[in-house]
């Protein structure tokens, strides 16, 4: 069986020549198959592994990924004591969840692992679970049912209710605080229901994760855009004080949809100018180095501070 490996973690794990300026501590894989062309069944519009992208499948986001031997990648995480946790992104392709069991089996409990994948069922989250998976995502991507089916539904395969029930699954068996979900800044949502969307989640004991749209080549995408960094700054900020401080919708006020005011919060200013509202908002140890922007910047997820200061 193979998995893909993204460049800097082949760098890490000594399976490419090059150089990483930032210490990587989460290791990021991706399954694969030959059967689809490295492709996903799935047509999510802002995907490069879409149905009807046509771009490259060495690509996810910005992010290269070469296919290895899951042999020799499972060996190579056993010698680098530098990796805190392994990171899988599941994509849609027959027998796709056998591959996943599959990773986990060959990684044999020698560090936690995150699996971010579509919706499987309360008994298949348990098998994760029992293999050695102590996280899980089940991505939303949109802010919106009504966003989700432009972006998400296309083709069939994905349903707003269905993700949101798996969510709810997931938690049940992982625990409050152990599941994901993702909402990409720029697929037409406004500030509102972007904050309501963070508040849902919570509730339900799920995090958010968030990323921006990334503009690139290929996609068969419309109505969307890459969010200006100041808009993308605020609702970063909203985030934190939703997770952090516990805030509710009246701790925000809003004009025609846009985020205008934080109300209540007599130590914003120093919350807004420290980093931490804007740190990448993954698992632990999670970086995700370039999946929001170019090589020169600007950072729109900063990496975790846990990460910088290792």
């Known amino acids: 069986m193979k998995v893909r490996v993204s460049d800097a973690t082949a760098v890490v794990l000594g399976l490419a020549r090059g150089k990483v300026d930032v210490p990587l501590r989460t290791a990021y894989f991706m399954t694969y198959s030959t059967l689809v062309g490295g492709k996903c069944l799935a047509d999510c519009s802002f995907c490069t592994l879409a ?6 499948p060495d690509y996810l986001s910005r992010v290269r990924w070469t296919p290895c031997e899951l042999e020799v990648v499972a060996a190579a995480l056993r010698k680098n004591a530098d990796i805190r946790r392994a990171c899988l992104q599941v994509v849609n392709y027959p027998g796709f969840l056998q591959d996943s069991l599959a990773f986990l089996e060959a990684l044999n409990r020698s560090m936690p692992v995150s699996v971010s994948v579509m919706p499987i069922g309360r008994e298949n989250f348990t ?36 993700h949101v029930n798996s969510i709810r699954e997931a938690v049940e068996v992982f625990g409050p605080g152990n599941v994901y979900t993702y909402l990409i800044v720029g697929l037409g949502e406004n500030d509102e229901e972007a904050v309501r969307f963070l508040l849902e989640f919570r509730e339900m004991g799920a995090n958010v994760a968030l990323h921006s749209f990334t503009e690139v080549s290929g996609l068969n995408i419309t109505g969307a855009s890459t969010p ?26 809003f004009v025609d949809g846009k985020l205008s005011r934080f109300l209540g919060y007599t130590d914003l200013e120093a919350i807004g100018k420290s980093e931490e509202p804007y740190l990448s908002t993954g698992c632990p140890d999670c970086s995700r180095p370039f ?10 997820n900063l990496p975790s501070q846990r990460v910088r200061e290792s």
């Open 51 to 56: 149905t009807s992208s046509t771009s490259s």
């Open 127 to 162: 098998r994760l679970k029992k293999l050695g998976a102590d996280r899980v995502a089940v991505p939303m991507d949109a802010g919106t049912p009504e966003l989700f089916r432009k972006h998400k539904g296309r083709g069939g395969f994905y349903d707003w209710e269905r």
């Open 228 to 253: 200006a960094l100041e808009r993308y700054r605020g609702i970063q900020l909203a985030r934190y004080l939703v997770f952090e401080r516990r805030a509710t919708i009246s701790s925000f006020e």
């Open 291 to 300: 999946y929001n922007e170019r090589v020169r910047g600007p950072l729109y």
